[in-house]
């Protein structure tokens, strides 16, 4: 049971709704003596109409609506910063309950507008290019902290848009959280009460915990894994504490193993470091060790932070390095970086000293 008191009082505690899966819903609605189909209806009144307060519970009796805020509440984001880039980009900061932050990033492109939504405070790796894998691992996110992200943000664009695809790329190793990611794609997925997301929409990325990669399959999301070098010695280097516990050889066969559905393919992410990693022999060596994935590669020129020991490469070795890939046969992408003046591009997440604070704002004066 996902159910998280609030301490509001030392002799009262509410419990918030939003921290509660659908049998914790379904145990409570029946713990109240009210019928079953209440908890269908408060959960949409949660996930769909996205509702701040209790009181707009149209269709609970109004004494029934009393006694739910006597005993419950809905608890999101206390604050949310945010910060806009030139590119449109915006990082999203959201403070936690206990007074720790977490990062969304969401990225208009086009006719899409996604959200990169974070899954750890911190993380429990320590890829030396990534800035959230040098804050080390603050704490695992409950599924309510990942669900709040995407509500707090549909919110934030609801009178122009809405939020097209979701990817599980922010703060955080999603598969070392799999339990609460999973819970939380649950709630974004279903279409009864939940948010509704079409599972082909939503992405999730892993460094390559090669032992959990099954475990993403039965959720219908796409996967991503970020292989980022072309040698054990290599990948080493850059990624020590995953690639001790998975060397290359097991995450490829892992990647082999996964039971991935007819016309969908994994995603190679491949992040570009000058000197380290984009050599023309690297470039070689990938469709080697992915021989028989279904797959597509996408390059991410490295995005520099304040201290980082690595550069971007060229844009003529990008490109080379993408020919090389595509003469072999494979379907390459550039990533294109978006949010880099506010430290909101892939591994810039986690330095909140970092930029303007002064935008700060409650979350209430954009609620819906
Ligand atoms: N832990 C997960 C998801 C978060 S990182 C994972 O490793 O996949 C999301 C992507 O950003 C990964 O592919 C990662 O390799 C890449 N990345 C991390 N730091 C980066 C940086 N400084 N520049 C470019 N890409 C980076």
Not at 105 to 119: F, H, Q, W
Request: glycine share 6%; aromatic share 6%.
């Amino acid at each position: 049971m996902l159910s998280d008191p609030i301490q509001i009082s030392p002799s009262r505690q509410l419990t918030n709704l939003l921290a509660m899966d659908w049998s914790a819903m379904r145990d409570w609605v029946s713990t109240l003596g009210w019928p079953a189909y209440r908890t269908r209806q408060i959960l949409c009144w949660l996930y769909q109409k996205r509702i701040l307060n209790i009181t707009e519970m149209t269709d609970l009796s109004l004494s029934d609506r009393s006694h739910l805020q006597s005993i419950a509440t809905i608890t999101r984001a206390s604050n949310v910063t945010i910060r806009q880039a030139t590119d449109g980009t915006k990082k999203f900061l959201l403070e936690l309950t206990d007074g720790l932050e977490v990062e969304s990033v969401l990225i208009p492109e086009d006719d899409r507008l996604t959200l990169c939504v974070s899954t750890q405070v911190g993380c429990t790796l320590d890829c030396g290019f990534c800035l959230t894998g040098q804050m080390g691992l603050k704490r695992n996110l409950k599924a309510h902290e990942i669900v709040n992200q995407v509500l707090t943000v549909q919110d934030h664009v609801a009178s122009s848009s809405r939020l097209t695809s979701l990817v599980f790329m922010g703060m955080g190793e999603p598969l070392a959280n799999m339990e609460e990611v999973s819970e939380a794609i649950k709630r974004l997925t279903n279409r009864d009460w939940g948010v509704g997301f079409s599972p082909r929409r939503i992405t999730v990325s892993t460094a390559g915990l090669a032992s959990r990669l099954r475990e993403v399959a039965p959720l219908g999301v796409n996967l991503a894994i970020s292989l980022n070098a072309t040698t054990d010695k290599q990948r080493h280097e850059l990624m020590p504490a995953i690639n001790t516990l998975h060397p290359l050889s097991h995450l490829l066969k892992a990647c082999r193993d996964y039971p991935l559905k007819t016309g969908r393919r994994l995603t190679f992410e491949y992040v570009l470091l000058a000197g380290i990693n984009d050599s023309m022999a690297d470039a070689k060596r990938i469709p080697k060790l992915l021989n028989g994935i279904r797959c597509k590669i996408n390059l991410i020129p490295f995005n520099e932070f304040h201290g980082s020991l690595y550069k971007r490469p060229s844009a003529q070795s990008i490109g080379q390095f993408q020919m090389i890939l595509r003469r072999a046969g494979l379907d390459v992408f550039i990533r294109k970086s978006r949010g880099r003046d506010v430290l909101g591009a892939c591994g810039q997440l986690g330095d909140l000293q970092v930029g303007n604070l002064n935008n700060k704002r409650s979350s209430k004066e954009y609620g819906k």
